[in-house]
């Protein structure tokens, strides 16, 4: 054998020397060392290949020197240990020394020691094969942040939060419009011969307890929160898969249930524990409401021939490929140690991660988890497959509650991290077959108070005309239908008669529903005269006393005829065609009519000290108290006015201490007498009475049926006059005589006969010891219309001829009295065409005084009248009087036009006191 190899040697390493390249099977090597098969194609069934050097892992781990870059083939890890340069030695396989350790020929990244990104779409097909993480972390295990987090710590998996504090946790994000849990399925049920499939169902595993399974409405933002209100199963039967439901709200008293469906039909309000179809309990009368438009005083509820009732009047992958860059399909069953490491899936991709296909899937694009759909529409979309018999959702617990003084786990529970809004949850119910549909019905949790974890149910339908809520269960437990603020512990509400409809095989036009002693209602019609004589149908006569015990029941007696109902004849008639009540006569006219014979009292209401009584007689009626007691009178539940024992009468006031006493705050009237035009008052403010009209009308003082005195609108009064002309006016109503009379006036002598009164200078009235009279003028003047004597302009003041007075005042004068009385004719009409307004003005010593009289003319000729009466404290000596006139508004008169005038009358007088 070595005389056969030698030669081949000798010739390879003069070859090696030569060329410094080795081939075998080829004479021109490409490499260093170039192995050639020697049968590189056909059926020749000779080994060709390298046969690499082949040990067992305690070989290679006592192996020491061992150059860079050596391979092995380690045939055995049975001897030796996985440490020292074996340590990545576990399984058999190449291995090449990379100068420390021993190391894998093949050692890609994957996902047991390395992050990595997925280079493409990656299948595990498991078939019959297990794929389980194991950890104990929380958040041990994640899908895209928070889409999918398992707490292994606890147990615990959450969808949309990495630190879920129940079994299932699911969070939509913030402001999210999509819903939160959609739960779908895809069948056709009985019509084509399928089971109902469950969109969501909730169980116990522990057997024991009646109260076994809860959907908990919880106000505050805290998923561990109190529940405001819940849905519980109870009544729990596991051998015949019997059970009821129980509502429950919290309030500010209790948290309590109060709507219950027991697994009987039963349905209890107010009671856990209802016998009948429907109970309801409360502590108050009024548990029952039902408003249809037929509700009414004293009316009971009648159900027609089909039960209808309304208000009436009775009437893992192989060695070479791995997770990030291939596909692969387990060969067993997988678990991943976690240990105290986490292991979370990014992506970006909608469908980023899914199992089994539509099993389950990761939308890490929307943030969202799909169950048995690869495109969610909600933060967890549950989808069950078409045609599927099994629930889509079961939310189960396994305890047995207050039996073994467990709390009772909330199967499901629906809460709003945001802490606004009274409307916080709901369970949505969409016809469509979009998760992404309207809700045709719901079911949310309102009344929200997440301090004390109060909260109420509203259940709600979609119909052709509106989508609101239909039965409202609030926090106090009142319930109502048709309304959401029910006020009674059932409140039924409907704009259309037949609101409450009982079927229970009792039903029947005309019955009415009574209940016996238990309060277990049926429908019963009126009970049927017996075949004795009786009310109904026969005189009698009582032979004992009789009494009826009604309890809670009414008694109403019905008639359409005068006189229908009638005691001792006329002692009491009423008459029912009509609505009228009469006491002492059967035809009555007024809802209450009371007929005693003359001088007698009527009406009587005492408490057995006062006694308030009517009385008639003496062509007179009376109302008051007949023992010595006030009669007061009040409105609106205050007493307005009284009338005292003594006979003192008080408005305002209940100890008046006058005949008439009216009491009112300061600056306020009290007494008022008006025709509704006219109106007469008293009023009291800022330290002042009054009495006077509030109208602009002229108020008359009166005597004997005849006024006395009158103060006019503008403020003028009279004394013996209607129609005062000045300030103050008096007419005695006899010629010749004075009606004004002044006694104990301030005088320096005497008061004598013929003597004058003038004013001091305290403004007191005095009376003057000697009066003398300056020389009276009567002027007639002679013009005539047609004559003009003067023109009138509104630039300027021009003096009327023939009115010039002189009158001289002897020393000793203090007071003069003038009166000018004049006539003026206006000849022609002005430029401008208007009818201005003229005025007449006393001038004395040639200046303007503050006496004058504006007229309006009416056009060419007509005429004026002008009076002007004053007086005047002038000194002793000669003075000059005159009137002079002016155009002082030209109401379309041209400015500067002149009206040509003529005085047709002027009279002066003048008296002077000393």
């Keep these: ?83 020292g340069t074996a340590v990545n030695i576990d399984a058999v396989g190449y291995y090449y020394y990379n100068g420390s350790v021993w190391t894998k020929l093949a050692n890609p990244v994957n996902i047991y020691n390395a992050d990595g990104t997925l280079t493409g779409n990656r299948t595990v097909t498991q078939g019959a094969n297990t794929l389980a993480f194991t950890g104990t972390k929380t958040n041990a295990f994640s899908v895209n942040g928070k889409n999918f987090s398992v707490d292994a710590a606890n147990s615990r998996v959450g ?6 504090a129940s079994s299932l946790s699911v969070q939509n994000s913030s402001g999210a419009t999509n819903s939160t849990i959609s739960a779908g399925i895809e069948n056709c049920g009985a019509a084509c ?50 059970a009821g439901l129980q509502f429950s709200t919290r309030n500010a008293t209790d948290y309590a249930p ?69 596909d692969g399909t387990l060969t067993g069953n997988r678990t991943v140690t976690q240990g105290a490491n986490t292991l979370a899936f990014t992506g970006t991709q909608t469908n980023a991660f899914s199992v089994n296909g539509k099993n389950f899937s990761v939308d890490a694009a929307n943030s969202r988890v799909g169950i048995g759909t690869i495109a969610p529409a909600s933060s967890l979309s549950v989808q069950n497959s078409p045609g599927a018999t099994t629930s889509t959702i079961s939310a189960g617990i396994e305890n047995c509650g207050a039996a073994c003084l467990q709390g009772i786990a909330r199967n499901i529970t629906l809460y709003n991290l945001n802490s606004t809004g009274g409307q916080f949850a709901e369970l949505g119910f969409i016809p469509s077959t979009s998760e992404t549909g309207l809700s045709g019905a719901s079911i949310s949790g309102i009344d929200r108070d997440a301090a004390n974890s109060y909260a109420g149910l509203q259940f709600s339908t979609r119909n052709a005309t509106d989508y609101a809520p239909r039965l409202t269960i609030k926090s106090s437990g009142n319930v109502g239908i048709g309304t959401t603020s029910p006020t009674n512990k059932l409140q039924i509400e409907s704009s259309t008669s037949g609101a409450l409809k009982i079927v229970d095989g009792t039903q029947g036009t005309d019955k009415v529903l009574t209940s016996d002693a238990s309060g277990v209602a049926t429908w019963k019609a009126l009970p049927a005269a017996p075949a004795s004589a009786n009310i109904y149908n026969t005189d009698g006569t009582l032979t004992a006393n009789r009494t009826v015990t009604q309890g809670a029941n009414t008694l109403a007696f019905t008639g359409t005829q005068t006189n229908a109902f009638s005691v001792d004849g006329s002692t009491l008639s009423v008459d029912a065609a009509n609505g009228l009540v009469g006491l002492g006569t059967t035809t009555p006219d007024t809802k209450l009519t009371i007929s005693t014979p003359d001088s007698s009292f009527g009406l009587n209401h005492t408490n057995g000290t006062v006694n308030l009584k009517t009385y008639i007689g003496g062509g007179a009626a009376t109302v008051g108290t007949t023992t010595a007691n006030d009669l007061r009178f009040m409105t609106n539940n205050t007493q307005k006015m009284t009338v005292t024992s003594s006979g003192n009468v008080g408005i305002g006031t209940t100890t008046p201490n006058t005949k008439l006493t009216v009491s009112t705050a300061d600056n306020s009237f009290g007494i008022t007498h008006t025709n509704g035009t ?58 010749n005589v004075s009606g004004l009379k002044f006694t104990n006036l301030n005088s320096s002598s005497p008061t004598g006969t013929g003597q004058a009164i003038g004013v001091d200078a305290s403004g ?109 404290f002038l000194t002793a000596g000669n003075h000059m009087l005159y009137i002079a006139m002016i155009r002082q508004y030209n109401n379309g008169t041209a400015s500067g036009a002149n009206m040509a005038c003529t005085p047709i009358s002027v009279s002066f007088n003048s008296t002077y006191i000393n």
Excluded: H
């Design 193 to 242: 011969l399928q089971g109902i499939a469950r969109n969501i169902t909730l169980y116990n595993l522990n057997s024991t307890g009646g109260q076994f399974a809860e959907l908990g409405f919880i106000p505050s933002t805290s998923e561990t929160g109190l529940s405001g209100a819940s849905i519980t199963g109870i009544d729990r039967d596991a051998a015949n898969s019997y």
């Design 258 to 326: 109060r709507l219950t469906i027991k697994s009987s039909g039963n349905v209890g309000i107010g009671t856990t524990s209802p016998t009948n179809k429907l109970q309801i309990e409360s502590t108050t009368s009024g548990a029952l409401k039902i408003v249809d438009g037929t509700q009414g005083t004293d009316k009971v509820l009648t159900s027609d021939a089909s039960g209808v009732a309304t208000w009436k009047a009775l009437p893992a992958a192989p060695a070479s490929a791995n997770i990030y860059n291939t």
């Design 764 to 872: 007191n009235v005095i009376a003057v010891s000697t009066t003398a009279q300056v020389s009276t003028t009567e002027n007639a003047v002679s013009n005539v219309p047609g004559s003009p004597t003067f023109s009138v302009n509104d630039l300027g003041y021009t003096p009327v001829p023939g009115t010039v007075q002189n009158i001289t005042i002897p020393a000793g004068g203090k007071a003069l009295f003038i009166n000018f009385m004049l006539g003026i004719d206006y000849y022609s009409l002005p430029s401008g065409g208007g009818t201005g307004f003229y005025q007449a003005i006393l001038f004395i010593d040639n200046v303007a005084t503050n006496v004058y009289q504006t007229v309006q003319e009416s056009g060419p000729g007509a005429q004026a009248q002008f009076n002007l009466s004053s007086v005047k």
């Design 678 to 735: 006219v109106s007469l008052e008293t009023y009291i403010g800022g330290g002042s009475g009054y009495v006077g009209t509030t109208t602009s009308n002229t108020l008359n003082l009166m005597t004997n049926n005849s006024p006395k005195m009158t103060i006019t609108p503008t403020g003028n009064v009279g004394v013996g006059t209607l129609t005062p002309g000045a300030r103050l006016e008096v007419n005695s109503g006899t010629a």
């Design 1 to 83: 054998m070595k005389k056969k190899v030698l030669p081949v040697v000798i010739l390879l390493l003069a070859f090696c020397k030569v060329r410094s390249q080795v081939g075998i099977n080829t004479t021109s090597p490409a490499a260093t060392f170039d192995i050639n098969a020697k049968n590189a194609t056909g059926t020749s069934t000779n080994v060709d290949g390298v046969l690499i050097t082949r040990l067992d892992r305690q070989r290679a781990q006592s192996m020491t020197g061992v150059p860079t870059s050596t391979l092995i083939y380690v045939n055995s890890v049975a001897t030796g240990t996985q440490t």
């Design 159 to 164: 969808i949309g939060t990495i630190a879920p």
